[in-house]
């Protein structure tokens, strides 16, 4: 039986959160060590997945009234009052079937509850589609709020949210 220990980031996981963000870049954004710090200290919930040793999976959230310059942040800012937006979580595909992403969620959904927040907030692309994360986010009770296009018109996301 595979363990799977879901506990806080630390620095010594940097390099490998990095890497993991680098394989699905084209479904979350850019991210190098400089910028993962930056997101580190504005993120109210920052972890890791860790199997067999090795970090498999993380997710990065920010709650409301963080200083966080994001098109898709300020969107739900302009919407929601409590909620936690999750900024990028990303499963190393060499881990999947093993439900990582969804207990990480679980355990979001926890905290959420548990900090008294209404929403967990989310987005994923539609152009260029991202159905398993549609498929995903659809298991969790998440629904569309609206739409937005971005980096210069090349992608457009469902704005998505969950009630905690």
């Given at each position: 039986?595979?363990?799977?220990?879901?506990?806080?980031?630390?620095?010594?996981?940097?390099?490998?959160?990095?890497?993991?963000?680098?394989?699905?870049v084209?479904?979350?954004?850019?991210?190098?060590?400089?910028r993962?710090?930056?997101?580190?200290?504005?993120?109210?919930?920052?972890?890791?997945?860790?199997?067999?040793?090795?970090?498999?999976?993380f997710?990065?959230?920010?709650?409301?009234?963080?200083?966080?310059?994001?098109?898709?942040?300020?969107?739900?800012?302009?919407?929601?009052?409590?909620?936690?937006?999750?900024?990028?979580?990303?499963?190393?595909?060499?881990?999947?079937?093993?439900?990582?992403?969804?207990?990480?969620?679980a355990?979001?959904?926890?905290?959420?509850?548990?900090?008294?927040?209404?929403?967990?907030?989310?987005?994923?692309?539609?152009?260029?589609?991202?159905?398993?994360?549609?498929?995903?986010?659809?298991?969790?009770?998440?629904?569309?709020?609206?739409?937005q296009?971005?980096?210069?018109?090349?992608?457009?996301?469902?704005?998505?949210?969950?009630?905690?």
């Amino acid at each position: 039986m595979t363990e799977i220990i879901i506990r806080d980031a630390r620095e010594a996981d940097f390099a490998r959160i990095v890497e993991l963000n680098a394989m699905e870049v084209q479904q979350t954004s850019s991210m190098d060590r400089q910028r993962l710090i930056e997101l580190a200290q504005l993120a109210s919930y920052h972890k890791v997945a860790i199997v067999n040793g090795r970090v498999a999976a993380f997710i990065l959230a920010m709650k409301e009234n963080v200083p966080y310059q994001n098109d898709n942040y300020a969107w739900f800012a302009m919407r929601l009052r409590e909620f936690i937006y999750v900024d990028r979580i990303v499963v190393d595909s060499a881990f999947s079937g093993l439900k990582i992403g969804s207990r990480i969620y679980a355990e979001l959904f926890d905290f959420a509850r548990v900090h008294g927040m209404s929403y967990i907030a989310c987005e994923y692309n539609i152009q260029p589609p991202n159905p398993a994360s549609k498929k995903f986010h659809d298991k969790f009770g998440f629904q569309e709020l609206g739409t937005q296009w971005l980096a210069n018109g090349t992608k457009e996301v469902s704005l998505q949210a969950a009630k905690v």
